[in-house]
Structures are given as C-alpha cells and as structure tokens.
C-alpha cells in the first residue's frame, strides 16, 4: 500500500485498475472475468443502494427476487431479446448429478423469467400496474472485461413494470430516466446527459431505450443506466393480456430499468486523480480520518485529544487511524489513496493551540480551525467537495463537447483527443455505421426524442438532419 | 384471496402452503424446485436483513461479494466438502458460445472461492482476523423442495473468517450463535435451542456445527441457523498460511456461519393459524392496517376522521385499506391473511365517539379507545403480541420436550405425537442410526459440549451416556 500509483497521463487504463486494486476496492478471482467485490468496494455499493432504494419506494416500488436460472426456451421467445443476448449466455447443461433435459441458462437479464410470471399474476386492469424491482446478480459472458466497468457477472438492480397503457408504461421509463439522472448529479456528483438511443444501440427486446451518459476523464462516454420502454414486446412473447376497463382483453404494457457495479467504475473514472481514489462525500463510507502524529512522550496527549475530536465528529462517518508503525507522511498518502473526503491532522502544537488541521482530499487545501469548530466545519467542507466534484465533472465535460456540422472536423475530433461530439445525423444506420468505422464514435444519446426538422445537415450524407446526436467512444 | 385456507388439523402441509400463496409471500417458479419471493415476502426477508447486518456490523464484521460461479476443482479440494456437496451442484459446461475447458459450479456456498481469496490477501497476523460476510443466493439442487423450506435456489447470508488461533475462531463462532439465537427469540420471537451438532450431522467440512433449532407446530425441529468451526481446514485445502508474531509460518483458523430465507417458513410455520399469516411485529412490514367503514352517506367523514388516526400512526408503519369493493368481513379476513399484527376499525359510530377499535391479529382481542390514545396502546400492543408471540411458542416447546430414558418410551413418543425427546447417548453412530432407521428422529443439538460422565445410560445401548442429546424429527 501507498505505493504510487501509474498517473493518468502515462498509462490511464494501467492508472485505473491501480486504484481498484490498491484502495482494494475489488480484485481479480480465479474465474475468468468475474471480480471479487472486496469490502471497501462493497461499502460504496451499499451506499448507493441504499440511496436508490429509497428513491424507488418513494416512487411506490416494491421488492421481490426471482429466480437466476431461466429455462432456455424462454429466452428464445422474443427474436431482438434472444439474438442479442445468445453469445453471451451461461448454460447449466448438469445439475444434481443428472443432465437437464431442458438447459438453464443464468440470467443475463430477467424480461423473460420475470414476465412468464406475471401472465400467473395478471388478470384484469386491478392488478396494474406492477411495480417490481429486483437486487440480483446478472452474467454475461464478456470476451473483454474491465474491473468493475465490464465483468462477467455484476451486481445491478433490474426494475420490470407492467402497465394498461402505452402512455403510463413511457411514463414511467421517463420517471426512472430521472431518478437515474438525479442520483448521478446529487449523489456520485457526476454529470450525466440523458437521452434516447438510436434503434442500433437500444436493449434487445425495447422499442426504445433512454440511458443517462457521463464523460470520463479520458473523454469516453460511459452508460451509467438505461431505461426501456418496451411496448407490449414481452407481453406478446409472454400471452400476458388483461381485462380492460371497457371488460375486452389487452396485451399489457412494459418497462424495465437498471442500474450496476458498472457505476462504481464510474465515479472513479469521473473524480480519482493520481493519488488516488476521490469520493463524492454523499456516498463515501468514511467521511473523515483523524490522523493523530506524535512521538513518545506525546502519545497520550495525542491520543486524548484526537479521541475527544472523534467523539466530536459523530455526526459524520469518521474513523481514527490507528497506526503506530508508519510515517505520517505514509499514512496521509494510504488515506488519500482510499479516497476519504476529509483528512483531520493532529500534531502536539495543535493540541496546544486547542486546533486541529483540516486536509481537502480533493484539492489538498489545507486550513486550521479551533477544535471546537471542527464539527461545523468538516460538515461545510463535505458540502463543499460533494459541490466541487460536481462542478469540476460538470466544467471538464462541457469544454469537451463540440458541435460539429461538417465530417471533416468531425473525423480531427475523433482521430485527436476526442470527447462529446454533437452532430446533425439524418437518422439512418448507414451513417451510423459509416461513422462508427471512421472514429470508433457511437450515438450515445439523442438531443431530441423525435425526429424534427430544424436540427441541420447530416454530418455525414447532408440529408436534413432529423436528430441531433451525442457521438462518442464509449465504455 | 380470503378464501378459506386448509386447517392444521386436516392437513398441515397444505396449510403451509396455502398461507405463503394466498399471503402472496411467494409463488411457484417455472424452473424446478425454484421459487419467486413475491414482494409481501421480501419485505420480511429484507426486515430480517436489516437487523441482523446491524448485529454483524456491530461486531466488527464487514460485507462483501465473491463470484457466483467456482471452478470444480475447487470444491474437490476439501474431501468432506465435496462429498458433501456433490449430489447437489449444479454446473455450467458452456458459455459464449463454447464448452468450458474446466466446468463451472454455482455455489452451494462460498468457503472454497473465498479460501482462494484468503490466500492472496493473508500474508501476516497482521492482515488477521478477516471478517467477512456476503449476503447472496446459493443453488443446492434438491430432489424434494418446500417454499422457503427448502428450495434450490435461495438467499443467504455466509460468514467467512480467518483468525490466528483456534480459540479466536471458536470464539468467533460462538458469538455469531449467540447472535443468532438472539435474533431468533428477540426479533422473530421464535425460542431455540443452540448447542453442538453431532458428527453426523455436521457441515461438510466442519471440525465442529453449532445449530439453532426451533419446534414447529407439528411439533418437528427446523434448523433456523449454523455456525461452523472449521479449524484449519479449508486453509489446508487452499494453503493459506501466515507469519504469526514469532515469525514462523502457521495455517490459519476459520469459521463460517449462514442464515436464509427458510427463516420466513419457520417463522410462518411457529407463529401462524388457520386464518393465516401471524407476523412478530418486530418483523411484519406492515404493523397496524386503518380499516375504515362507512356508507355512501357516512363515507366522507368517516375517511376524513380515519385518515387523521393514520397520521397519528405515523410512528408505527401504518397503511389504509382503501377497498370500497368488498364487505368489512372480507376485508378483516384479508388482513389477517397478510398477518398484519393490529388492525384499526372505524365505522360511523366510532367516529361520534372520538374512538377506535384495535384488533389483535394474534388472540383476535378487541378494545375500544379514544382516538387520543391511539398511537400509544398500538405501540403497546404491538410490544405484546410480540412477547406474546413467543411465550406462546415458548410454552408448546416446553410442553413438547420430554427427556426420555428408556427406548421403549422413545419409540413410543416417537411414534406417537414426537416433538423433542432429550436423552443419554453414548456416542455412537451406531446407535444414532438406529434411532433414525427407527423413529426418522435426528440428534439436533448436544445439551453438553464435550462428553461428559454423568449424562445417564444411553438410550439405545444402555452404555454410559457421555452425552445429552436433543433428538427430532426435522425439516
């Protein structure tokens, strides 16, 4: 520990999984492409959830849990949805000492199992609509994975609801569109743009997908949460009809929605710098150390003292750091490393002067305040980081995206440093496509949900622009 | 719903069952022995989860997530373990698209992926203890499956340490024991025993099981909870070993320890009656249910004066019947379906008088009060029926345990009525197996550690008893 780490400008993926790694946020297992989420990694998980949660109760869902293994036949019900998840499957083919007669595969993803439930819980417009999420591991068999970011098997939350209306169903996807939104600017402190995707980029089995997308510092897009409208897609493949209020039978209406691991990757991604990992306050499991230095015939004063101020900090998550072996100045550096927002130093002279020394994990800003004041304080700074962060995400991102009408600067975006581009695009996937092979850029969100008139020349084939487009590389 | 459900007396387990589906606590799954737990059932599962994650992070444990999947070879490592678990797995041959090169299990739990873990993250005493719990689902493929009782898939909570010494781990495992005897009798109000398992029915790859054990109304045992001391084994199986403070290398000393979602069948299965679900308060999501009755000329100032007690309530997780469908009758009968533990009725006259009428769920006790004193007897009741709750079971228990010294009056109560016959036993598992072949009963727990003199003349052999052991038939 408190080795350096590779800084971002040498190696910025090598600089990445330093900081998973070191801050022992996760580590590699012996199963190919899976991570072992390590306790200093699972803390923020929790913290997330718990924050989540809360927001879909108040939004009147509920919780259940169904099964992981899903009978192969069900995924092949619906063509989009089993075309695009087949090569990413895990079947179990053997189980209790016996081959299946029919083979189970692990859910990528629960449409299927969960919808092949409720054609049972279904009957009439009194029981919609249904509002159920679920905290449940998901694989996908991933050639190329990244801590966190792309692993085989994560962690997410899947909402799946059931709906009378088209129109109720869009709301809601919209409303967790939101939800999404709103976690990501006020919680991880990370600016997200949210929008619908193009017909190429939408979930297998969605008749349209919204998804809220970040910068990180690399200037890559990162999808940080998708919402599905999907029509009455899995109601068809699933027979799940309802009687309507004027007493006639109708297909049900869908939406589904999640959120993963993925976005632990993705505050790193967005705020760490090279010494380390940066939390946004709102969802560090340790808000502040105190650092108490001293030398023998000092210890006990310290130690009093510090203790004093740690029991003044209750109202925040903070904790002592109790090592006697290393430096001060190794300790600092292993503390920065973890990303707690606010470091409180406490030397002898301070003990003297009744002060204790406040550190920004952040900038590294330091100020001395009375120990008395310490409480209010350490709760401004944390206000102000969460603040901060956002701010400078916020700032980074948007000097990083460019509109762009013409190919040609569109091509020196993409082959120089890159970032957000925004490009009038006609809507067809050719150029989509034509696009995609050019500059590796894909449509990360529209601008306009529909198509209109009024948004230019396609950047690429100069047919009026139909959309504007947020083009990317992406995670 | 509030159709009538199966007595006890008719047919037990079909009152069992009855209760989980009509309650909605859980459904049938079309993957085999695999159930959905509905969202009436998780929320008590995640009540459960709540309180115990507090219990376990208040002894200095923390979370964390291992993969799902294991490579086979792993668990072949431990020879108890694998022969334990091996009727039981279920493997992944293929994935992506190929066959596996080394077939995958899902766990049936985590002690050999997480002991390859240890391995890496153990240097030093220094790096000791580890106390790590997961909460997570687990597959067990079983022939015979219950709904919560028993079934392939189900959620859990696993503890895994890691510690210097044997005392440190026994000591680890006792204290998660006492946690959850604590959690059994405090929160789900349900009495248990805790003591040793016998050999024979020790955890596959255990030195020594410690079990908590509760009776059913059918008077048979369920084991509600284990915690294993496994020595050094699993640190053999994965060569996990760590420099101790004299600077010589050592095996390390392990426990593990899991509680999961047959909780839910046993609290069903110790609290409820034949009009359905009965929840300990402590852990119903819903405490008290706002019944309001009314006609079309009383309806608005009965809703008005009803709403005004729900707000009162708003201390306790009070919700509103809102159905204008269906007669009082039937809707008393659907609460107490639900198992919510008071129920609140108003109706015109109770309006008058500035009253309301409280309805225990478990005596079905009626008493009128002023509406003034509302949210303070709730808060009381509430307190009551949940020690209630469990003196009630507490007493069937009791009247239930008989020591037995003689083998004639084994078999008998054996085969007759059964509930817990306490009796000398040498030993042997010989003789344990012949009470097994004889009656189906099983040692559930050792009243006395180690053997011990004075336990009597065993039961079966007429040798001198170096135990006192508690048998049952068992779930």
């Known amino acids: 520990m408190a080795e350096k780490i590779t800084p971002r400008d040498v190696d910025y993926s090598q600089w990445y999984v330093d900081i998973v790694l070191r801050a022992q946020l996760a580590d590699y297992s012996p199963v190919k492409g899976c991570m072992v989420i390590r306790p200093r990694g699972y803390a923020v998980w929790e913290r997330m959830r718990t924050v989540l949660d809360a927001m879909f109760k108040e939004t009147g869902h509920q919780n259940a849990y169904f099964p992981l293994l899903i009978p192969e036949s069900f995924i092949r019900r619906e063509a989009e949805h089993v075309e695009g998840f087949s090569p990413e499957l895990a079947v179990v083919t053997h189980a209790g000492g016996e081959d299946l007669e029919e083979p189970l595969v692990i859910r990528p993803t629960s449409e299927t199992i969960i919808w092949s439930m409720y054609k049972k819980w279904i009957q009439s417009y009194r029981d919609l609509p249904i509002l159920i999420n ?18 085989t098997e994560f962690l997410w939350q899947e909402g799946h609801t059931a709906h009378e209306t088209a129109e109720e169903a869009r709301d809601e996807t919209l409303t967790i569109l939101e939800i999404y939104r709103k976690f990501a600017e006020e919680y991880l402190a990370m600016p997200v743009l949210s ?4 017909e190429q980029e939408k979930f297998a089995g969605a008749v349209d997908t919204y998804a809220i997308e970040a910068m990180m510092q690399d200037k890559r897009a990162l999808q940080a949460g998708t919402s599905h409208f999907l029509g009455q897609n899995f109601a068809k493949a699933f027979d799940v009809t309802y009687q309507n209020r004027d007493g006639r039978l109708d297909l049900v209406w869908a939406s589904s929605w999640g959120v993963s691991t993925r976005l632990i990757g993705a505050i790193i991604m967005t705020h760490s710098d090279d010494r380390g990992l940066v939390l946004p306050p709102k969802i560090a499991p340790t808000a502040a150390v105190i650092v108490p230095i001293f030398k023998n015939d000092t210890r006990s004063k310290v130690l009093d003292y510090a203790e004093k101020v740690r029991r003044s900090l209750s109202e925040v998550d903070a904790v ?13 550096a292993e503390w920065e490393m973890r990303g707690v927002p606010v470091r409180v130093e406490i030397g002898p002279r301070d003990v003297e002067a009744e002060q204790v020394v406040l550190v920004r994990r952040d900038t590294g800003e330091k100020l001395t305040v009375p120990a008395g004041a ?22 980074f991102r948007d000097e ?33 496509n034509t696009i995609k092979d050019d500059t590796k850029a894909t449509i990360r969100v529209l601008e306009n949900d529909a198509p209109r008139g009024e948004a230019g020349s396609c950047v690429v084939c100069g047919k009026p622009g139909t959309y504007r487009a947020v083009f990317a590389r992406a995670y």
Chains 1, 2 share one sequence.
């Open 134 to 151: 679920q905290w449940a591991n998901v694989l996908r068999w991933e050639k190329r994975t990244r801590l966190f970011l792309r692993t």
């Open 195 to 198: 929008g619908k995707k193009s």
């Open 320 to 332: 002592m750091d109790t090592d006697e072996q290393n430096s001060p100045g190794w300790r600092f």
């Open 374 to 395: 310490a409480p209010g304080k350490v709760a401004e700074l944390l206000e102000e980081i969460q603040r901060a962060l956002f701010d400078r995400a916020r700032d």
């Open 400 to 432: 990083n995206t460019v509109r762009l009408d013409d190919y040609a600067a569109f091509r020196e975006f993409f082959a120089d440093a890159g970032g957000f581009g925004v490009s009038p695009w006609c809507g067809g996937e050719e150029c989509e």
